[in-house]
C-alpha cells in the first residue's frame, strides 16, 4: 500500500460514512442484548503494563512473544498496547472497581496486534467481548455461550457454528501431554522436522496443525479428554447437556486447543463459512488468571468485530441497509429566506425530525441535487417569494410530487 500522508498505518483502517453505520448497528444491538443478560459495560485503559499481558496470556504464546506493540515511557516503564481485552477486564475485576466476584462485564474497543497484515488479519482490530467471573460452573459457560447466540442471530447472521472442547484443568496437564506424546512417539519419524520439535516443546500446538502429516496422525490418535480426570469429563458433558436443553448443537472438536495458557475446561470457537481461511469469528473459554495476589475464574469471549462484519456481507447485510437518512432537507432561495429557513431548521430538530439545509444561496438545481443524495424523504423550498406569502413547497421525493402548504399543515405533516 502507497504511504501516502493520508493513509493510515498498515493493517489500520479509518472507519467512516457510509461504512460506520454496520459498525454502530453492531454496537447499539450488543448493548441491548448484553443489558437483557444483565451484563455491565467496562473501560479499560488501552495501554497497560506489559507484565499484565505477559503473565496472564502467557510469556511463550505468540500473541505475546512475537505480535505487541510494546514501548518504554519516559520513565522507562515497560507498556504495552492491548492485544486483546480479558487481561485489562480481569484487572479490573481483581482491584475491587468492579464487583468482583460475580462481577458480569462486556467491552468493545481496539485491540491491537503487530501481526503480517493479510485478509481478516489487522494490526489494530476491534472486539466486542464479555467476562463472567466466578467459580467454575459448566452452566454458567453454557449461558455465556447462549449469549453469543442470542448475539449473533440480533445481528442477523446465519450459518455460525461453534466448535467446543475441553482442554481440562492444569491438574489434568501432566496426564494430558504424556498421553498425547505416548500416542505419537511411534510415529514420530513421520512428522516434519518443526513438528518434532513441536512435540518436545509444546505438543498440544500439534492438535491444531495445518501441516497434512500431523492432521493424518493427530486423527488416528485418542482425543485429549481420554487422558482427563473423570471430573475434567463431567465438566464437559454438562456443559454439552446445558446447551442441549437450551436447543444449541455444538460441534465437539478434539483438536481445538486455543493459544492462550490461561484457559481451563471448556474453550470454543465461533467460525463462520464465508470468511475464507481467517474463517474464526470468535474465541471463548473459561480461564484462571492470577493477578497480584489475586486468582479470578471467569469465563468470556471476544468477537473480531472486522470479522463480524465480512460475515454478515456475505449474508447479505451491508452498511447501506443502516445509513441513517435525513427526513427532510431545506432548500433556501434568497437571503432572507436562508434567514428563515435556519430557524426552521432548528424547530424541527427540537421536536426530533432529523434535516440538513444548504447554508449558501446556490442555484436550485444544485441545492436538489445534493438533497437528492442525502436520501431525504422530503424536501422543503422556501424562498423569499414563498416567505412573503408565508407559504412552503413540500416535495415528496420519493412520488417526484410537489404542493404548496401552509405552516399548520406543514407541521402536521411532518
Ligand atoms: P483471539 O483473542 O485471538 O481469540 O481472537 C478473537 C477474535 O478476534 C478472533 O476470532 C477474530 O475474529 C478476531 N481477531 C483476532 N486477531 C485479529 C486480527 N489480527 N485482525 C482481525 N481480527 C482479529
Given at each position: 500500500m502507497a504511504s501516502s500522508s493520508f493513509q493510515p498505518l498498515q493493517g489500520m483502517s479509518d472507519i467512516s460514512a457510509p461504512d460506520v453505520a454496520i459498525w454502530q448497528m453492531i454496537e447499539e444491538r450488543a448493548r441491548e442484548i448484553f443489558a437483557r443478560y444483565r451484563f455491565q459495560e467496562i473501560r479499560t485503559p488501552i495501554l497497560e503494563k506489559t507484565k499484565l499481558f505477559t503473565h496472564s496470556l502467557g510469556d511463550t504464546t505468540d500473541v505475546v512473544t512475537k505480535e505487541m506493540?510494546?514501548?518504554?515511557?519516559?520513565?522507562?516503564?515497560?507498556?504495552?498496547?492491548?492485544?486483546?481485552?480479558?487481561?485489562?477486564?480481569?484487572?479490573?475485576?481483581?482491584?475491587g472497581a468492579e464487583e468482583t466476584v460475580?462481577?458480569?462485564?462486556?467491552?468493545?474497543?481496539?485491540?491491537?496486534?503487530?501481526e503480517r497484515p493479510q485478509a481478516g488479519r489487522k494490526r489494530q482490530f476491534h472486539q466486542i467481548g464479555v467476562e463472567a467471573a466466578g467459580a467454575p460452573n459448566p452452566r454458567a459457560d453454557a449461558e455465556v455461550i447462549a449469549l453469543q447466540l442470542h448475539l449473533l442471530s440480533a445481528w442477523g447472521?446465519?450459518?455460525?457454528?461453534?466448535?467446543?472442547?475441553?482442554?481440562?484443568?492444569?491438574?489434568?496437564?501432566?496426564?494430558?501431554?504424556?498421553?498425547?506424546?505416548?500416542?505419537?512417539?511411534?510415529?514420530?519419524?513421520?512428522?516434519?522436522?518443526?513438528?518434532?520439535?513441536?512435540f518436545e516443546t509444546n505438543v498440544l500446538r500439534l492438535l491444531d496443525s495445518?501441516?497434512?502429516?500431523?492432521?493424518?496422525?493427530?486423527?488416528?490418535?485418542?482425543?485429549?479428554?481420554?487422558?482427563m480426570s473423570a471430573d475434567s469429563r463431567a465438566y464437559l458433558e454438562t456443559v454439552v447437556e446445558t446447551l442441549k436443553s437450551l436447543k444449541i448443537d455444538v460441534e465437539i472438536d478434539p483438536t481445538l486447543v486455543r493459544g492462550l495458557d490461561y484457559y481451563v475446561h471448556t474453550v470454543w470457537e465461533v467460525v463462520h463459512g464465508g470468511l475464507g481461511a481467517q474463517n474464526a469469528l470468535s474465541g471463548g473459554g473459561r480461564y484462571r488468571i492470577q493477578i497480584g495476589n489475586k486468582t479470578i475464574d471467569g469465563v468470556?469471549?471476544?468477537?473480531?468485530?472486522?470479522?463480524?462484519i465480512a460475515a454478515l456481507e456475505a449474508n447479505g447485510i451491508t452498511a447501506e441497509q443502516f445509513a441513517p437518512k435525513p427526513a427532510i432537507f431545506i432548500v433556501s432561495l434568497g437571503e432572507e429566506a436562508?434567514?428563515?429557513?435556519?430557524?426552521?431548521?432548528?424547530i424541527l430538530r427540537q421536536r426530533g425530525i432529523a434535516c440538513e439545509m444548504e447554508l449558501t444561496n446556490r442555484k436550485v438545481k444544485a441545492q436538489m441535487k445534493r438533497a437528492n443524495k442525502t436520501g431525504a424523504q422530503q424536501v422543503i423550498i422556501r424562498g423569499d417569494t414563498e416567505l412573503e406569502k408565508g407559504i412552503f413547497v413540500l416535495k415528496n421525493m420519493e412520488e417526484g410530487t410537489q404542493r404548496e402548504v401552509e405552516l399548520p399543515e406543514l407541521m402536521e405533516l411532518l
Open positions: 506493540y510494546s514501548l518504554e515511557d519516559r520513565g522507562g516503564r515497560k507498556l504495552s498496547l492491548r492485544p486483546e481485552g480479558t487481561a485489562g477486564a480481569v484487572r479490573c475485576i481483581a482491584s460475580n462481577a458480569r462485564v462486556y467491552y468493545m474497543g481496539p485491540m491491537f496486534r503487530c447472521l446465519d450459518g455460525a457454528k461453534i466448535r467446543l472442547n475441553t482442554i481440562g484443568l492444569p491438574e489434568d496437564r501432566a496426564a494430558v501431554l504424556e498421553g498425547l506424546r505416548e500416542a505419537i512417539r511411534p510415529r514420530l519419524s513421520e512428522l516434519p522436522e518443526d513438528a518434532q520439535q513441536r495445518k501441516d497434512e502429516a500431523v492432521k493424518k496422525l493427530i486423527a488416528d490418535a485418542p482425543p485429549v479428554i481420554e487422558f468470556g469471549f471476544a468477537m473480531g468485530v472486522e470479522r463480524m436562508l434567514k428563515e429557513n435556519m430557524l426552521l431548521a432548528q
